[in-house]
């Protein structure tokens, strides 16, 4: 605690004074979560306090600007906000707070501590949408990432610095692979330096229940998380993704290896939405404006590989398929982008396989680059003879399928036991990628 105390002692000390006069504005109208602000110009992304003279300031952030008025969003309820209130700007506009203070620890949109320890002192800023680069900075996936999953590591191999969605309807099992995916990730011998999870607009029982599951003495030290639920208001819920987004960033540009995961892209997208909404923005597809699409496209090409530092993002991402709709905006918006994606069966998981992983939908775009190809060649007889069987398994459960007149939908009845036992693991079950691998070669290589 002393030590803590004085290094922010020692900060300040070296922190210039700011001699220039305050700003401030007024509280001049209130429509909903909205606030319009006069007498006061500052940038877009700009945190405000808004003093209300009773209790804790609240706050606010900038989004926009309309006919002399600056426009702000609530990051909290609206509640005994009045009329007049004097609006004051604060901190830099644009960044937000990284730094190796947050491995091991659980914090909210804007970076403050929620799992119950210590302030964090804090010093480094990242800004908020990231530092943009040259195309050719991203250096290609050479590398395969063990995800620890047997069935993906098999048969949609993924590479370090690969972007990657898991894509399903509610209640499909999305929240347990990414479990699945983020142990197997810090436990492998070569995996991720440092892990960050967003846990954007999803339950606060699931943040309370996965800070449990991971924040322990085996993960504690390298990992972040950041959560931001869905009871709170959606430009802080955005907050949370790009401070997620941009802590990954920062390890990124220090050499190390981030595993970022980010459950749920689509809530993201809905929070996006709510504020374009909003502002005035039409809803162009299904009711998202092109600003929604348009930002979860942002957060996605922010991840990969960079050749300047050797550092790597490898990007997780839920995406929830509205009523298990593979067409929905955000969905087909998400898969055009992303460099591979994971599609769970509600169908599988009626029948009891866990995780439900459809492997015919699931793809990896880099998989071919990565790994050998007698691997490319097994996983393409696995997948045919899925595929085979899961076309005409109707006609084989009804006995109208006469043996003999399809080779390989008779091979596809003799194995369908082990191919489903071979897709089917246990939530705390590790197989890492050399044991998923020469286990296919045992089930397929005759």
Request: proline content about 5%.
């Amino acid at each position: 605690m002393l030590d803590m105390c004085e290094a922010i002692l020692r900060d300040l000390a070296t922190e210039p004074v700011d001699l220039a006069p305050r700003r401030f504005g007024y509280v001049t109208a209130c429509d909903g979560g909205l606030l319009e602000v006069s007498g006061l110009a500052v940038p877009v992304g700009a945190m405000c306090r808004v003093a209300d003279g009773r209790k804790a300031p609240l706050l606010a952030e900038v989004i926009g600007f309309r006919n002399g008025r600056t426009m702000m969003m609530m990051l909290g309820d609206t509640i005994l906000l009045r009329p007049g209130a004097r609006v004051i700007p604060e901190g830099r506009p644009g960044m937000l707070p990284v730094g190796e203070a947050f491995l091991g620890r659980a914090v909210d949109g804007e970076g403050l501590p929620i799992d119950g320890g210590l302030p964090i002192h804090k010093r480094g800023e990242w800004p908020a949408g990231g530092v943009r680069t040259s195309a050719l900075d991203r250096s290609p996936v050479r590398v395969p990432f063990d995800t620890g999953v047997r069935a993906l590591n098999a048969l949609t191999t993924f590479g370090v610095g690969q972007r990657i969605g898991v894509m399903a309807g509610s209640g499909v099992g999305k929240s347990v692979l990414i479990d699945m995916i983020a142990r197997g990730a810090s436990l492998a011998r070569n995996g991720a330096d440092v892990v960050v999870v967003g846990l954007i607009g999803e339950r606060a029982r699931e943040v309370s229940d996965f800070v449990e599951r991971h924040m322990n003495a085996a993960m504690k030290e390298k990992t972040v998380v950041v959560a931001v639920p869905a009871d709170h208001a959606p430009n802080l819920r955005l907050r949370g993704a790009m401070l997620a987004t941009s802590m990954a960033e920062h390890f990124r540009a220090r050499g190390r290896k981030v595993l970022l995961i980010m459950d749920s892209l689509t809530r993201v997208a809905h929070a996006a939405r709510e504020i374009g909404l909003l502002l005035g923005e039409p809803g162009a597809a299904r009711g998202y404006p092109p600003s929604a699409l348009a930002t979860i496209t942002k957060l996605v090409e922010r991840a990969g590989n960079s050749a300047a530092s050797n550092g790597s993002v490898t990007g997780l991402y839920t995406v929830l398929a509205d009523g298990d709709n593979q067409d929905d905006p955000v969905v087909d918006t998400a898969r055009s982008i992303l460099d591979g994606h994971i599609v769970l069966s509600r169908e599988l998981a009626q029948r009891g396989q866990y995780p439900a992983i459809d492997i015919a939908a699931s793809l990896s775009r880099v998989m071919n680059d990565i790994v050998p190809e007698e691997h490319q060649k097994l996983a393409r007889t696995f997948r045919a003879l899925t595929a085979s069987y899961e076309a005409n398994r109707d006609l084989v459960l009804m006995g109208a399928y006469r043996p003999g007149a399809d080779a390989q939908l008779d091979r596809a009845i003799a194995m369908t036991g082990k191919l489903t036992a071979f897709l089917a693991q246990g939530a705390g079950e590790v197989v890492p990628l050399k044991d998923s691998a020469s286990q296919l070669e045992a089930l397929l290589g005759s």
